[in-house]
T-cell receptor, first 113, second 116 residues
Framework: GDSVTQMEGPVTLSEEAFLTINCTYTATGYPSLFWYVQYPGEGLQLLLKATKADDKGSNKGFEATYRKETTSFHLEKGSVQVSDSAVYFCALSDGGGADGLTFGKGTHLIIQP | GAGVSQSPRYKVAKRGQDVALRCDPISGHVSLFWYQQALGQGPEFLTYFQNEAQLDKSGLPSDRFFAERPEGSVSTLKIQRTQQEDSAVYLC??????????????FGSGTQLSVL
C-alpha cells in the first residue's frame, strides 16, 4: 500500500538557518504530494502541494519539488523564523485510492531566536 | 462557520464507556473525512462521507466505531465500549469538492480522547 516516510524530529534550528525536511513516498500510481503544517493548538493546514513530476509547490517561503526518480518531496526554506515552529506532515493522495490522504508521522520543527 | 469545528476539545472516558465526537464542517462542504491521530503518528484515514452517504469506511478499526452524517452537514463519530488503544486525537476535515482523492481539505483542531 501507499506510505510516506519523513525524517524524525524534533529538528531544532536557529532563526535564519536553512531548513530541509526530507520526505520519501511509496505509491502504486501517480500521486499528488502535499505538505501540511500544524501550529500549536490549531488544525492541520495545507502548506503546499504538487500534482505531477517536476512540479514545484511553494508558499510562505517554503518550497518542495516532486521528484519522481527519487520518489521524494523534500521541504525547504532558505531562512526560517521563530513563527515557523510547528509540526510538518508530508502526505500523498493517489488519485482515487480508497484511503484518502496518506500521511507521514510528522516532523516537529523548533526555531530558536 | 469560519472553519471546521469539533467538540468536545478534550474527552476523558473510562474503559468500556461509549463516547460521541461531533464535527461541524464548513457550511456547504459536501465531503467530510474522519482521521485518527495516535501520539507521535500522522493522521490515519477512518471514513469518508459525500453529503449524507458514507462512501468509504474501510479505515474504521473495529465494529465499535460508527460514524454518521444524517443530513449531510454535522457528523458524529461514535465509539462504543472504549478501549485504551482508542486514545488518540480524532480529526475531522471537510471540502467543497467531491471525491476521496481530495486535495482541498480543511481540518478541525480535533478531539483528544483519553481512555483510562
Amino acid at each position: 500500500g501507499d506510505s510516506v516516510t519523513q525524517m524524525e524530529g524534533p529538528v531544532t534550528l536557529s532563526e535564519e538557518a536553512f531548513l530541509t525536511i526530507n520526505c520519501t513516498y511509496t505509491a502504486t500510481g501517480y500521486p499528488s504530494l502535499f505538505w501540511y503544517v500544524q501550529y500549536p493548538g490549531e488544525g492541520l493546514q495545507l502548506l503546499l502541494k504538487a500534482t505531477k513530476a517536476d512540479d514545484k509547490g511553494s508558499n510562505k517561503g517554503f518550497e518542495a519539488t516532486y521528484r519522481k526518480e527519487t520518489t521524494s518531496f523534500h521541504l525547504e526554506k532558505g531562512s526560517v523564523q521563530v513563527s515557523d515552529s510547528a509540526v510538518y506532515f508530508c502526505a500523498l493522495s493517489d488519485g482515487g485510492g480508497a484511503d484518502g490522504l496518506t500521511f507521514g508521522k510528522g516532523t516537529h520543527l523548533i526555531i530558536q531566536p | 462557520g469560519a472553519g471546521v469545528s469539533q467538540s468536545p476539545r478534550y474527552k476523558v472516558a473510562k474503559r468500556g464507556q461509549d463516547v460521541a465526537l461531533r464535527c461541524d464542517p464548513i457550511s456547504g462542504h459536501v465531503s467530510l473525512f474522519w482521521y485518527q491521530q495516535a501520539l507521535g503518528q500522522g493522521p490515519e484515514f477512518l471514513t469518508y462521507f459525500q453529503n449524507e452517504a458514507q462512501l468509504d469506511k474501510s479505515g474504521l478499526p473495529s465494529d465499535r466505531f460508527f460514524a454518521e452524517r444524517p443530513e449531510g452537514s454535522v457528523s458524529t463519530l461514535k465509539i462504543q465500549r472504549t478501549q485504551q488503544e482508542d486514545s488518540a486525537v480524532y480529526l475531522c476535515a471537510s471540502s467543497s469538492t467531491r471525491g476521496m482523492a481530495n486535495e482541498k481539505l480543511f481540518f478541525g483542531s480535533g478531539t483528544q480522547l483519553s481512555v483510562l
